[in-house]
């Protein structure tokens, strides 16, 4: 069935969302359809406003204009600790858990030498010249526990001086979970992680 191409363009771009299928898209923008025309000029205004938000050239994070506001709070933070996250997405998290009170850097990525993403491409150099330019005491890798992760955390860690401590975050069985259902990797990880009780 044709469906007018207006609405095909807005269901192709909800399409690309990762984790948003065709009858997902499709949903949405059906939705769209029952909106007055106020709200949908509020929202292509908020979308096109999208275009003003960019990325802190000193941490990664979101920023309107050249500083982000973690950076802007830097003063209230930990001078001598940065946690190095993978995404801004992890940055968010550990935000929200109010428990890091320190400086953050986002990666925006990991190693992955098959896919062609090195040291370059992730700005490892950025983080080298910040935590010597800074002088951080202590530097907190949250990045995920695979593989690509793995190896970037041993990477930065070896790019460091010595008199730099290097912590990575634990990584284990979640709250109430069972350890019948939890595969062997995260069963591992719990063990290396354990702490004296």
């Given at each position: 069935?044709?469906?007018?191409?207006?609405?095909?363009?807005?269901?192709?771009?909800?399409?690309?969302?990762?984790g948003i299928g065709e009858k997902t898209a499709t949903r949405f923008?059906?939705?769209?359809?029952?909106?007055?025309?106020?709200?949908?000029?509020?929202?292509?205004?908020?979308?096109?406003?999208?275009?003003?938000?960019?990325?802190?050239?000193?941490?990664?994070?979101?920023?309107?204009?050249?500083?982000?506001?973690?950076?802007?709070?830097?003063?209230?933070?930990?001078?001598?600790?940065?946690?190095?996250?993978?995404?801004?997405?992890?940055?968010?998290?550990?935000?929200?858990?109010?428990?890091?009170?320190?400086?953050?850097?986002?990666?925006?990525?990991?190693?992955?030498?098959?896919?062609?993403?090195?040291?370059?491409?992730?700005?490892?150099?950025?983080?080298?010249?910040?935590?010597?330019?800074?002088?951080?005491?202590?530097?907190?890798?949250?990045?995920?526990?695979?593989?690509?992760?793995?190896?970037?955390?041993?990477?930065?860690?070896?790019?460091?001086?010595?008199?730099?401590?290097?912590?990575?975050?634990?990584?284990?069985?979640?709250?109430?979970?069972?350890?019948?259902?939890?595969?062997?990797?995260?069963?591992?990880?719990?063990?290396?992680?354990?702490?004296?009780?």
């Amino acid at each position: 069935m044709k469906i007018p191409e207006q609405l095909e363009e807005v269901i192709k771009h909800f399409s690309s969302f990762q984790g948003i299928g065709e009858k997902t898209a499709t949903r949405f923008a059906l939705s769209l359809l029952n909106w007055d025309k106020t709200r949908i000029s509020h929202f292509s205004e908020a979308i096109e406003n999208l275009l003003t938000v960019g990325k802190c050239p000193k941490c990664g994070f979101l920023a309107v204009e050249n500083e982000c506001r973690l950076c802007e709070q830097s003063n209230h933070r930990h001078t001598h600790q940065i946690c190095v996250v993978e995404s801004i997405t992890d940055c968010m998290a550990i935000q929200k858990s109010l428990t890091y009170s320190g400086h953050y850097h986002i990666l925006n990525g990991v190693l992955n030498p098959l896919m062609g993403v090195g040291p370059e491409e992730i700005g490892v150099e950025g983080l080298l010249s910040r935590i010597q330019e800074r002088n951080y005491t202590e530097v907190i890798l949250a990045i995920n526990s695979t593989v690509e992760g793995d190896a970037t955390c041993s990477y930065i860690r070896d790019q460091l001086p010595e008199k730099v401590r290097v912590e990575r975050i634990g990584f284990g069985l979640p709250m109430g979970g069972s350890l019948e259902y939890v595969d062997a990797l995260t069963i591992t990880k719990a063990l290396e992680n354990r702490k004296q009780f």
